[in-house]
């Protein structure tokens, strides 16, 4: 049924006849379209995929009911169109704005609410909320409830969910996908189903196996956990003339097997300390402890006395206000903040990912910040695992990166050049810290996050059908054994493979 033929006329007019519920034109935008421009580029967030080249959809939609998702589906699988799903738009290559064949965005910009139940201590929240959406929404009703999901308010739930979504609390309490009780997901065919209609197999595999392949999820219910009135925060930061390569040494060892209520992360950077332009490496560690301060510094002089932490160094707060502080807003930002879908600054990002299961030799860190000298915004950002995480079995989810992990590696890069020779020198700058990382990381495969999405590590076919064998090696890496459980979702519940991008699950070929 899908005639691969494409007429802007027929597609909305397709649109218009198949939504009963109300007028779908009023939501749909095409290039003929005024605020055509501004609705691509508000939910576009990586410079990257923002320029005159980049290829653009022949019509956002962005739906104010589920109907309009319906007839989104339809008419695209009628008129040969791809679909890109966007939520909060972080992807970091461009996935949900952009596709080399015709494509269309559904963009969830108009679903967000947020629903919560403090009595039974759970919340259905839309795709098209954001993450500082949905930690308002929890903090209004109650102060000791929240969520385990990552820590930049402007992620998308549809996103985030679909990939996995770790912030400052996966110590004690995992990812976001192991706190997803029921989700409402339109299929293929246009069916509206939930956990029941879905099954586990289908529930199982929305929970992390990547965007864009099994559906479009309108909403998930997620369970919310307790978290004391009062946590503490700290930042310390340690120059490399100042021993921190063995503050990050001994923190490999220590991090990972604190009280699972302690999470700190290590970021290592180059900074201008003194403002004279002269940039120096240093680690700043980071942390979100679940309880008060004098009980924290008991626990870090007993077990990491090494990195000194001092009373002044730490903050008592809610847990909403960590979240403030997490996203680097400054100590007086009202809460309201988080309900800001701008985001502050856009810039070119590139981002890679690494898991790390031995030490990595001291003497590394040294020729790390060497490397971070030569950029101008670039850190490694080291996330401890442990507690929780080694809890949860590899295959309770499709995110398999638990037990036997020390820490998780983010390499990052930022630029704000528009031109193609910057472009090329950051992602170059990137890759070859990649390479050196070699030796020090999980091999076969060398595992990766796939909400760190990274197309280096391998891509489908841009048309055509891509063999099992090919989207092994990018798929082995972010999901390690639950591929293979995920192909034979995908070829369950979407076997013409509508659902499609550079790294979605393919179907079995037949
Ligand atoms: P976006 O809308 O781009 O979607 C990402 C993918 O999911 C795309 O393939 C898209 O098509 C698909 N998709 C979106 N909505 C869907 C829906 N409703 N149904 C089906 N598919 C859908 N991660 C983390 O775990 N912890 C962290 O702390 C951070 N921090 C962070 C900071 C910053 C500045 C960025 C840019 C990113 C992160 N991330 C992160 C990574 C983030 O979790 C990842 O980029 C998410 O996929 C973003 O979700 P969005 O909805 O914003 O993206």
Redesign the pocket.
């Known amino acids: 049924s899908e005639a691969h033929s494409y007429s802007n006329e027929e597609f909305l007019q397709c649109l218009a006849s198949n939504n009963s519920t109300s007028d779908i034109s009023k939501v749909v935008y095409t290039p003929q379209n005024s605020s055509y421009s501004s609705v691509l580029q508000f ?1 576009m ?2 410079l990257r995929f923002n320029t005159a080249t980049t290829p653009k959809p022949v019509a956002i939609i962005t739906p104010v009911d589920v109907s309009q998702i319906q007839a989104a589906i339809t008419c695209s699988r009628k008129h040969g169109l791809q679909i ?9 290559e ?4 952009v596709s080399i064949l015709p494509f269309v965005i ?1 963009d ?1 910009i108009n679903l967000r609410s947020v629903t919560v139940d403090v009595e039974n201590i759970n919340a259905w929240v839309q ?2 909320a ?1 993450l500082g959406e949905l930690y308002y929404k929890i903090a209004e009703k109650s102060k000791t409830l929240a969520f385990p ?4 308010p ?14 400052p609390l996966l110590r004690k309490y995992g ?2 996908v192991d706190n997803i009780i029921d989700a409402q ?1 339109v299929d293929v065919n246009g069916r509206i189903l939930d956990r029941s209609s879905m099954g586990e197999d289908l529930f199982w595999a ?1 929970r992390g196996g ?9 909403s998930w219910k997620i369970n919310l956990v307790p978290v004391p009135p009062t946590v503490t925060v700290f930042s310390v930061v340690r120059v490399v003339d100042d021993n921190a390569a063995k503050l990050v040494n001994r923190w490999q060892y220590v991090a990972n097997k604190l009280d699972e209520h302690l999470t700190i992360y290590c970021f290592l950077i180059s900074v201008d300390l003194n403002g004279d332009g002269r940039v120096e490496g240093a680690a700043l560690f980071s942390a979100l402890f679940l309880g008060g301060v004098d009980r924290l510094l008991r626990l870090v002089q007993e077990k990491f006395p090494e990195m000194g932490l001092k009373r002044e160094n730490c903050t008592e707060m809610s847990w909403i206000e960590s979240i403030l502080y ?1 996203a680097g807003l400054p100590s007086n930002t009202s809460v309201d903040a988080l309900l800001n879908r701008t ?1 502050r600054s856009k810039s070119n ?1 590139k ?1 890679k990912s690494d898991y790390v299961k031995e030490p990595v030799p001291e003497n590394a860190w040294g020729e790390i910040w060497k490397r971070l000298n030569q950029v101008e915004i670039g850190a490694l950002v080291l996330v401890p695992y442990g507690g929780k995480m080694s809890e949860i079995p590899e295959s309770s989810t499709p995110y398999p990166h638990r037990a036997g992990n020390l820490f998780k590696v ?1 390499y990052v890069v930022d630029w704000n050049e528009t031109d193609k020779e910057a472009s090329r020198r950051h992602i170059s700058w990137i890759r070859k810290l990649y390479k050196y990382m070699t030796p020090y990381v999980s091999k076969n495969p060398r595992e990766a ?5 990274d197309l280096d590590i391998g891509r489908n076919n841009y048309v055509g059908n891509t063999s099992y064998r090919k989207a092994s090696i990018w798929g082995t890496k972010y999901f390690k054994n639950n591929f293979d459980r995920l192909v034979r979702v995908k070829t369950e519940v979407d076997p013409g493979n509508f ?1 499609r ?1 550079e ?2 699950i393919p179907p079995l070929l037949t």
């Open positions: 939910s967030k990586n890109r799903v966007r939520s909060g738009g972080h992807d970091f461009g996935l949900s704005s559904v969830f795709s098209g954001t999901a990552g820590s930049c402007s992620i998308g739930v549809g996103g985030h969910f679909s990939g996995g979504g770790y912030g990812f976001a997901l929305i990547g965007g864009n392949t099994f559906g479009i999820v309108v997490f985001s990002v981002l983010g996050y796939v909400n760190y999405r659902f991008n790294q979605s």
